[in-house]
């Protein structure tokens, strides 16, 4: 006891069992303030963005310009009248073409039905031609059409050439027409056909 004595209070509540080492109450405090110090520290999150619905007045500020575009576009669907009116001009033209029931016969040097291929699809499909004493040859859906013809050739132009076409497999005796602008391909019936076709065109075009 005597020893007890003569060392420190705290030596001797630690021998005598009396002494805790970890104050329990200090850690478990001290923890949860350092927990709630660093929830403070921590930015914090803003509320959620829940948008409000469009008041009357900007869905109607915004209407116009989406009926402006809807109108755009059904627009965009209409015919222009510029293609009404150039169809309206081929078609006056075609009709001031002579009709072969027109035609007189001094007028006609050469008239037959030949076998014409079309410029699009590339088929073949009998067409009546008739060749007149001012260089134009025109064709005919058939001879017993009374309206006006189907189209014509102005021989009498520059740049133009005939000849008799041997490439064209299908078709034997088939006459090539060369224009500025394209190739007109004529097939006749036999050979005997296609040299008196082929000595009036070139008589046509002055060749």
């Given at each position: 006891?005597?020893?007890?004595?003569?060392?420190?209070?705290?030596?001797?509540?630690?021998?005598?069992?009396?002494?805790?080492?970890?104050?329990?109450?200090?850690?478990?405090?001290?923890?949860?303030?350092?927990?709630?110090?660093?929830?403070?520290?921590?930015?914090?999150?803003?509320?959620?963005f829940s948008p409000?619905?469009?008041?009357?007045?900007s869905f109607q500020?915004?209407?116009?310009?989406?009926?402006?575009?809807?109108?755009?576009?059904?627009?965009?669907?209409?015919?222009?009248?510029?293609?009404?009116?150039?169809?309206?001009?081929?078609?006056?033209?075609?009709?001031?073409?002579?009709?072969?029931?027109?035609?007189?016969?001094?007028?006609?040097?050469?008239?037959?039905?030949?076998?014409?291929?079309?410029?699009?699809?590339k088929n073949w499909?009998?067409?009546?031609?008739?060749?007149?004493?001012?260089?134009?040859?025109?064709?005919?859906?058939?001879?017993?059409?009374?309206?006006?013809?189907?189209?014509?050739?102005?021989?009498?132009?520059?740049?133009?050439?005939?000849?008799?076409?041997?490439?064209?497999?299908?078709?034997?005796?088939?006459?090539?027409?060369?224009?500025?602008?394209?190739?007109?391909?004529?097939?006749?019936?036999?050979?005997?056909?296609?040299?008196?076709?082929?000595?009036?065109?070139?008589?046509?075009?002055?060749?």
């Amino acid at each position: 006891m005597e020893v007890l004595e003569t060392v420190s209070p705290i030596i001797k509540q630690f021998l005598l069992g009396n002494f805790n080492v970890i104050d329990d109450d200090f850690d478990i405090n001290e923890s949860e303030e350092i927990e709630s110090n660093e929830e403070k520290d921590q930015p914090q999150a803003p509320p959620p963005f829940s948008p409000s619905p469009p008041s009357s007045a900007s869905f109607q500020a915004a209407s116009p310009s989406l009926s402006s575009s809807l109108s755009f576009s059904t627009e965009g669907n209409k015919r222009p009248d510029s293609i009404v009116t150039e169809k309206k001009d081929k078609e006056k033209e075609k009709e001031k073409l002579p009709k072969f029931k027109d035609l007189a016969n001094d007028e006609i040097v050469i008239s037959r039905e030949l076998t014409k291929r079309g410029a699009v699809h590339k088929n073949w499909l009998t067409r009546f031609c008739v060749l007149t004493i001012h260089s134009r040859l025109y064709y005919y859906s058939a001879r017993q059409d009374g309206g006006s013809p189907l189209g014509f050739i102005d021989l009498s132009q520059d740049g133009i050439s005939v000849k008799i076409d041997a490439d064209i497999s299908s078709k034997n005796f088939c006459l090539q027409i060369q224009t500025p602008n394209r190739k007109y391909f004529f097939a006749a019936e036999s050979r005997f056909w296609m040299e008196r076709w082929l000595k009036a065109l070139k008589r046509a075009v002055g060749g």
